[in-house]
T-cell receptor
Framework: GDSVTQMEGPVTLSEEAFLTINCTYTATGYPSLFWYVQYPGEGLQLLLKATKADDKGSNKGFEATYRKETTSFHLEKGSVQVSDSAVYFCALLVNTGFQKLVFGTGTRLLVSP | EADIYQTPRYLVIGTGKKITLECSQTMGHDKMYWYQQDPGMELHLIHYSYGVNSTEKGDLSSESTVSRIRTEHFPLTLESARPSHTSQYLC?????????????FGNGTRLTVT
């Protein structure tokens, strides 16, 4: 079935370091891909999305490119801040019938000053 | 910014009690969802709705029930709470369009059953 695999955390970085969080997926057809972020004590917020192969989603300095050949959607940021500390979820939208989101298990990012 | 509200934010309740978690959205979205988030952070879809009077069970079996009498309201009920129901419950909504429509989430209800 459709699934998303994320790298396990926590990912611990110093401020201004480069961030990569790996995400790969398995899906039938051509899913849309998303990154959501969850700050402590809050719900999930959409960070960025890509709806077709080679699309690049970007927001708040974060980027991810939809790579169909490697079935990947890795999240990157050139210089992280303490305020980026959160849990990041990769997700795919199953575009059959109801269009439900399938989430990865989440990766916790901890950024220290 | 999305307008979807969940109450209460935190709830501690004893075993056997009946509880209702409230979820309301003011965006006129047709689709609504309930996700259960376990302590390991993983999210599981437990209920969803296409619109008024439409409810379906999700991927994870749940003893909870939902109703959708009004577009903006999608409450979740547990008739008899148990410690195994301790979790965070997240409500979400999205537009019903032919295009990809992202989910908008509430801040969640953290339920503890003692």
């Amino acid at each position: 079935g459709d699934s998303v695999t994320q790298m396990e955390g926590p990912v611990t970085l110093s401020e201004e370091a480069f961030l990569t969080i790996n995400c790969t997926y398995t899906a039938t057809g051509y899913p849309s891909l998303f990154w959501y972020v969850q700050y402590p004590g809050e719900g999930l917020q959409l960070l960025l999305k890509a709806t077709k192969a080679d699309d690049k989603g970007s927001n708040k300095g974060f980027e991810a490119t939809y790579r169909k050949e490697t079935t990947s959607f890795h999240l990157e940021k050139g210089s992280v801040q303490v305020s980026d500390s959160a849990v990041y979820f990769c997700a795919l939208l199953v575009n059959t019938g109801f269009q439900k989101l399938v989430f990865g298990t989440g990766t916790r990012l901890l950024v220290s000053p | 910014e999305a307008d979807i509200y969940q109450t209460p934010r935190y709830l501690v309740i004893g075993t056997g009690k009946k509880i209702t978690l409230e979820c309301s959205q003011t965006m006129g979205h047709d689709k609504m969802y309930w996700y259960q988030q376990d302590p390991g952070m993983e999210l599981h879809l437990i209920h969803y709705s296409y619109g008024v009077n439409s409810t379906e069970k999700g991927d994870l079996s749940s003893e909870s029930t939902v109703s959708r009498i009004r577009t903006e309201h999608f409450p979740l009920t547990l008739e008899s709470a148990r410690p195994s129901h301790t979790s965070q419950y997240l409500c979400a909504s999205s537009e019903r369009t032919g295009h990809v429509s992202p989910l908008h989430f509430g801040n969640g209800t953290r339920l503890t059953v003692t």
